[in-house]
């Protein structure tokens, strides 16, 4: 039985002020039935994990180096955000591959980094609205899941999330059919790279403009096991409605 995971991305957003949106949902969750895990900027996270310490909520990061440790300003290490209390790791967001240039390799690479340190990888693949148009989706999640996704990856230590590029901060979400059919891909797609019983392992998560009126019926798609969460996450009474709607899935 794969675990349900409600993961939130905070982004580029955050101030101290903002832990007690996260104080507020360790209080409502101490021990939620589902996994739920939030991404603060790395400034906060290790304020982050002391806030949910005494709860099963968790931390994770929004991105890591492919690197141990070096000359390498401004980047953060795996074993860093472990030591930080993280357990997972967001790679490959579209917003990472458009604004820094990440390429299905690089992403490839920080995955192997996030698992050798012990972290979860969560990696995200989706296409743009163009590669919708024209029909192309199915072909692009492929080439992002070979190209990104490591050998080593297990149920335990690989998340895959699927997000339209055009569904992000846009309020527009694919039918659920349409969201289906993706998941249902991916999920063929690791069975046949890692095998059934890893692949089935596997969780997938849906992304892009999830809030707590949609929450309920993405989550009733076949191979749908949570959401990564951005805007709807930075509220404690938004990823409540989200959490609970994954709890009652
Ligand atoms: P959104 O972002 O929920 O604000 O659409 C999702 C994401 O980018 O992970």
Redesign the pocket.
């Known amino acids: 039985m794969r675990r349900k995971l409600a993961?939130g991305?905070w982004?580029m957003n955050g101030m101290s002020a903002e832990l007690e949106e996260l104080s507020t949902l360790a209080r409502m969750y101490p021990s939620p039935t589902v996994d739920v895990l939030i991404c603060p900027p790395a400034t906060l996270l290790h304020r982050a994990a002391s806030t949910v310490q005494a709860t099963d909520i968790q931390v994770g990061g929004q991105d890591c180096h492919a690197n141990t440790s070096g000359a390498h300003t401004g980047d953060i290490s795996a074993g860093m955000l472990l030591d930080a209390g993280a357990s997972a790791v967001?790679l490959g967001?579209?917003?990472r591959r458009e604004d820094h240039g990440e390429q299905n390799e690089d992403i490839r690479a920080k995955a192997r980094a996030a698992m050798d340190a012990g972290l979860k990888a969560i990696i995200?693949v989706g296409e743009s609205l163009e590669q919708r148009e024209a029909a192309n989706t199915l072909d692009i999640i492929g080439g992002q899941m070979s190209g990104s996704i490591p050998d080593q990856s297990t149920g335990e230590n690989l998340i895959v999330?699927y997000?339209p590029i055009w569904?992000?901060?846009?309020?527009k979400v694919p039918t659920l059919d349409e969201i289906g059919e993706v998941h249902d891909f991916i999920r063929t797609r690791l069975e046949r790279r890692f095998g059934e019983g890893v692949g089935r392992s596997v969780r997938l998560l849906y992304?892009?403009?999830?809030?707590p009126g949609n929450a309920a019926d993405i989550f009733a798609v076949s191979n749908v096991d949570g959401?990564?969460?951005?805007?709807?996450?930075l509220k404690a009474q938004d990823f409540a409605g989200i959490i609970d709607a994954l709890q009652n899935a």
């Open positions: 993961a991305n982004k967001i967001h579209s917003e995200c999330a997000e569904a992000i901060g846009t309020g992304g892009g403009s999830v809030k959401a990564l969460v951005g805007g709807a996450s």
